[in-house]
């Protein structure tokens, strides 16, 4: 699995984009980029995952660059909810890989 | 309900009993996992399951044991608790596909 680098914490205003950055220089090709997050004392919930394009849901957005060296989550309205340590890892597959889950960032929306 | 489940959600015990925790999903998913979450680490995977009766070693397996008879239950045996075995506990699985489901959390200490 790909070694991630996160920032450890962020704050964000109430109502503005969440932009989440993750360095993973290792990350081989056939690794996808997941997003999970865990609100305090629930498990982690998937948020999105990518391999090479960008990429949207209901909750975010991915943005992978070109080399795939780091990707940005973007939250695009963050809401007081959205408080929560967000973990970005680099694996082959929820099933294949196993998620190395690192330190996260612990994103802090405020009022 | 569906989704899935881990009980108990509190456990208190003494150093050399064992305990078993348990993990329930109603999906049929062929794929389940343990990790333990410490404060100051992020989630380590304890053992997966690729299927009924198939089980591997993660990242930190010792002084834990696990068994799959069934494809919707999953538990995890610490046969003799040492206080470091003291964690949150969460149960995840997933079909192959991308996401995976985690359970709610099983906060484990060992007197």
């Known amino acids: 699995d790909a070694k991630t680098t996160q920032p450890p914490s962020m704050d964000c205003a109430e109502g503005r984009a969440a932009n989440l950055p993750c360095n993973h220089s290792?990350?081989?090709?056939?690794?996808?980029v997941y997003w999970y997050r865990q609100i305090h004392s629930q498990g982690p919930q998937y948020i999105i995952h990518?391999?090479?394009n960008n990429e949207t849901n209901e909750m975010a957005s991915l943005i992978i660059t070109e080399d795939r060296k780091s990707s940005t989550l973007i939250l695009p309205h963050a809401t007081l909810r959205d408080t929560a340590v967000y973990y970005c890892?680099?694996?082959?597959?929820?099933?294949?890989?196993?998620?190395?889950f690192g330190k996260g960032t612990k994103l802090s929306v405020k009022p | 309900d569906a989704g899935i489940t881990q009980s108990p959600r509190y456990k208190i015990t003494e150093t050399g009993r064992q305990v078993t925790l348990m993990c329930h999903q109603t999906w049929s998913h062929s794929y389940m996992f343990w990790y333990r979450q410490d404060l100051g680490h992020g989630l380590r995977l304890i053992y997966y399951?690729?299927?009924?009766?198939?089980?591997d070693k993660g990242e930190v397996p010792d002084g834990y044991v696990v068994s799959r008879s069934k494809t919707e239950n999953f538990p995890l045996t610490l046969e003799s608790a040492t206080r470091s075995q003291t964690s949150v506990y969460f149960c995840?699985?997933?079909?192959?596909?991308?996401?995976?489901?985690f359970g709610p959390g099983t906060r484990l200490t060992v007197t």
């Open positions: 290792t990350i081989s090709g056939n690794e996808y």
């Open positions: 995840a699985s997933t079909e192959g596909d991308f996401e995976q489901y």
């Open positions: 990518g391999l090479k």
């Open positions: 399951s690729a299927a009924a009766d198939i089980t």
């Open positions: 890892i680099g694996t082959l597959g929820g099933s294949q890989g196993n998620l190395i």
